[in-house]
């Protein structure tokens, strides 16, 4: 059971670029998110989806962009890289709501992203 | 908005002493909240969870919390720390169940890095 995957876990950009993060679920979840970690911040929640073709905005959505096609996976793209996009990006999933699940969320490894 | 507060950024304890690690949140209702535990390097793993009902919650690890809604708190405590305990702990909290207007959005603390002498 992989969980939460997401690829890559390193990766350097240069201001500009332009990349996409993946995160891959296998526990049949609906809902889906994106966190930035950075420090002395905790994380913060950029964008999220409750389920294929929805997706909302979270705290600090600028600079990033989301689709939701199908229920495994759930890409965030970068358009244009900036050094402020420098951080460790958390993906998680959980299921659907009601006492046996809800808000209890699976997180992904991480991925490290540097903008020089 | 909802928010949470860890007010203490680094806690040094010897190994086999107890710990408690404090969190505080502002939200209107019934919260649900969490604690997460991050070894260097490493994704969040849950420790525990508060939905409702008792509100003193054992989790994994040997941890409880204590909800408590007087004082808005939610403190991590365990009677004896070992020296794989050293991790940021982070305390989280959520608008409610279910999916329905981001219901499992979580609002994390700035945590707290746990540091254990030997």
């Known amino acids: 059971n992989a969980g939460v995957t997401q690829t890559p876990k390193f990766q350097v950009l240069k201001t500009g670029q332009s990349m996409t993060l993946q995160c891959a679920q296998d526990?049949?979840?609906?809902?889906m998110s994106w966190y930035r970690q950075d420090p002395g911040m905790g994380l913060r929640l950029i964008h999220y989806?409750?389920?294929?073709?929805?997706?909302d905005q979270g705290e600090v959505p600028n600079g990033y962009n989301v689709s939701r096609s199908t229920t495994e996976d759930f890409p965030l793209r970068l358009l244009s890289a900036a050094p402020s996009q420098t951080s460790v990006y958390f993906c998680?999933?959980?299921?659907?709501?009601?006492?046996?699940?809800?808000?209890?969320?699976?997180f992904g490894a991480g991925s490290r992203l540097t903008v020089l | 908005a909802q928010s949470v507060t860890q007010p203490d950024i680094h806690i040094t304890v010897s190994e086999g002493a107890s710990l408690e690690l404090r969190c505080n949140y502002s939200?209107?209702?019934?919260?649900?909240l969490f604690w997460y535990v991050q070894s260097p390097g490493q994704g969040l793993q849950l420790l525990l969870k508060?939905?409702?009902?008792?509100?003193l919650v054992q989790g994994i690890k040997g941890f409880e919390a204590e909800f408590k809604r007087s004082q808005s708190s939610f403190n991590l405590r365990k009677p004896s720390v070992h020296w794989s305990d050293a991790a940021e702990y982070f305390c989280?909290?959520?608008?409610?169940?279910?999916?329905?207007?981001?219901?499992?959005?979580?609002?994390f603390g700035t945590g707290t890095q746990l540091k254990v002498e030997l």
């Open positions: 998680a999933s959980s299921a659907r709501g009601g006492s046996s699940g809800a808000n209890v969320l699976t």
């Open positions: 508060y939905f409702s009902g008792d509100t």
């Open positions: 939200y209107g209702a019934t919260p649900y």
């Open positions: 526990m049949n979840h609906e809902y």
């Open positions: 989280a909290v959520s608008q409610g169940q279910g999916l329905t207007g981001g219901g499992n959005k979580l609002t």
């Open positions: 989806s409750v389920g294929a073709g929805i997706t």
